[in-house]
């Protein structure tokens, strides 16, 4: 997994960390500030949780749709893309590059289920039509990396598989977050392991030492995970839905 990944173009995509929230200027110009800005792609994020678990897809095409729509947001505005179109959008898209099955119909029926705002009432011509924009604006790249498959293996080199299921939601909460931009992926997972670790209380020092792995780095990425449920907890309904009103003001 690792020589693929060094190879692809998820790899010769990472970001740095202060690219990957950068506020386009069209945004800007509605007020759209860079908190704004990742309270809705991580609304988006949660969109895309709870479109998914309705059509009954694969985690992994849940993590590769949220990629996709953080991707998009690096290089197009939202006033130009409304979230609220991109992220099922995303989903449509990542089924078919994880070859799995959704039709754009049973999203359209699940959006109208979901959400009585008429903001997110999007049709199948409307999700067929973003989709092709997204397609472009991801310059058709769409391999995508994730840490669960090196979660797996690390787990059970360092002979703690009974932390699957904690580790494995850490990572799906990564997802919330723009990390999956900016680290490889066994990066992302190492530190979900090391937060595991210390909230076990075992001891992974010589384990870790053995990997050659900067723990600067995964300490950092651990740091950032702690923040974000540490910070959640303060983002109500309203500041999102402020953020996402200020999408349709005129600049």
Known sequence: MAANFWTSTHYKQ????EDADVVHPPDRERGITVEDFKLIKMQMANYIWKLAQSVKVRQRVIATAVTYMRR???RKSMSEYDPRLVAPAC????AKAEESTVQAKALAFYIRKIYSDEKYRYEVKDIL???MKILE????YLVVFHPYRSLTHLLQDAGMEE???FTWGLVNDTYKMDLILV????LIALACI???SVYKDKDTTSWFEELRVDMNVVKNIAVEILDFYENRTSISEERVHAALNKLAMKP
């Open 183 to 186: 680290h490889p992926p066994h």
């Open 129 to 131: 039509e973003m989709e």
């Open 163 to 165: 932390m699957t299921q």
């Open 72 to 74: 998009v947001y690096t």
């Open 14 to 17: 990472l970001l740095d960390p």
């Open 194 to 196: 090391y937060i595991a």
């Open 137 to 140: 604006a991801l310059n058709y």
């Open 91 to 94: 989903l449509y898209l990542a």
